[in-house]
C-alpha cells in the first residue's frame, strides 16, 4: 500500500503540472488523479467527483491533497473533502518542486510525504542574483 495523490487545481494547471514532473522524472512513484476546475464547471459534481476519487486512490494509507492556491475554488472543494475520519492532509501552493519531491519520497507515510511537499514547494523558490550580490539601494 501506499499514499494516494489527489491534485485538484484550476484548470489546466494540474495536469500541466503532471505532465512536466513524469517529463522530468520518467513515471510517477504514486496513484495520482488530476481534477482542473474550470470557472464554468458545476461546483457539487466536481465536488463528488473528487470525494469518488479520494475512495478510488485510497487503499488504507491516506491521500494527499494537492491545490494550486489556497482559499480559492479548487482548494475550497479540497477543504469540503477533509475530516471524517479519513488519513487526508491538504496541501496548497502547488509548484512542480513540490510535485516533484512528493514523488521522490512516495515511501513515506502520508504526515511526513505533507511535510516533503511543504519544504519541496519552499526549497523550490529562488531569487536570482542573490540580494548579496546587488547594489544597494540608493535611497536619495
Known amino acids: 500500500m501506499s499514499v494516494g495523490l489527489l491534485i485538484i487545481t484550476h484548470a489546466p494547471f494540474g495536469k500541466a503540472a503532471l505532465e512536466a514532473a513524469c517529463g522530468t522524472l520518467g513515471s510517477l512513484a504514486l496513484s495520482t488523479r488530476v481534477i482542473d476546475i474550470h470557472s464554468s464547471c458545476n461546483l457539487e459534481q466536481e465536488r463528488e467527483h473528487a470525494k469518488t476519487l479520494l475512495h478510488e486512490l485510497d487503499e488504507g494509507d491516506g491521500v494527499l491533497l494537492l491545490t494550486d492556491l489556497y482559499g480559492a475554488t479548487p482548494s475550497n472543494i479540497a477543504c469540503s473533502l477533509m475530516g471524517g475520519g479519513q488519513k487526508r492532509v491538504l496541501v496548497s501552493g502547488l509548484n512542480l518542486a513540490?510535485?516533484?519531491?512528493?514523488?521522490?519520497?512516495?515511501?513515506?507515510?502520508?504526515?511526513?510525504?505533507?511535510?516533503?511537499?511543504?519544504?519541496?514547494?519552499?526549497?523550490?523558490?529562488?531569487r536570482y542574483p542573490p540580494l548579496a550580490q546587488e547594489e544597494p539601494l540608493n535611497h536619495a
Open 98 to 126: 513540490m510535485l516533484i519531491r512528493v514523488m521522490n519520497y512516495a515511501d513515506e507515510k502520508l504526515p511526513a510525504l505533507a511535510e516533503r511537499a511543504i519544504n519541496g514547494g519552499h526549497g523550490g523558490i529562488h
